[in-house]
């Protein structure tokens, strides 16, 4: 996972928010022309460890206790939001998309790194079966069959570039991958 951390993050300059920061896995990552990080984490012991993960970050990070759906960020202040892995568990991603979209500025980048939903009829069931039952429960959430991809695009923004893959080459509910960058117009 490290070198599509790397690949998410590659290129980014300014401002950055990351959404759902979670234990600061990200922060090591961070390119030198990144001016400024704020990290955004509601889960009280995942910002407790983004804390000291921020500490040792190449660049300056600030991590703030906030939720995807109401960033505490200035409306056009940043120059990119980042969200990896997060999509599939907020209670409104559409609403987190669209939040993200407010605090960039325009022409700003949003990147993404995301499971999302299967490409074959038989997992895409699979994944409806375990979002319905256990998985979200077990996994802080997670919704294996979001379309992430869509999402991004019914929020406005003009996705510039993405791959999709599957994680370590094996196929499960949540190894489905999407990784790239999209614009705000």
Known sequence: MTAHRRTLLEGLS????EVGAGNGLNFAHYPPAVTRVIAIEPERTLRELAVRAAAKAPVPVEVLDGVAEALPVADE???AVVVSLVLCSFSDPDAALR???RVLVPGGRLCFLEH?????????????LLDATVWPRLAGGC?????SAAAIERAGFAVERMRRFHFA????PATYF????????
């Open 143 to 147: 919704h294996t069959a979001r379309d």
């Open 77 to 79: 202040s940043v120059d």
């Open 99 to 101: 939040e993200a979209r």
């Open 178 to 185: 999407i990784l790239g960058a999209a614009r705000r117009p």
């Open 169 to 172: 080459g094996i196929r499960g």
């Open 14 to 17: 300014g401002r950055v928010v």
């Open 116 to 128: 999302v939903r299967a490409d074959t009829p038989g997992m895409v069931r699979f994944q409806r």
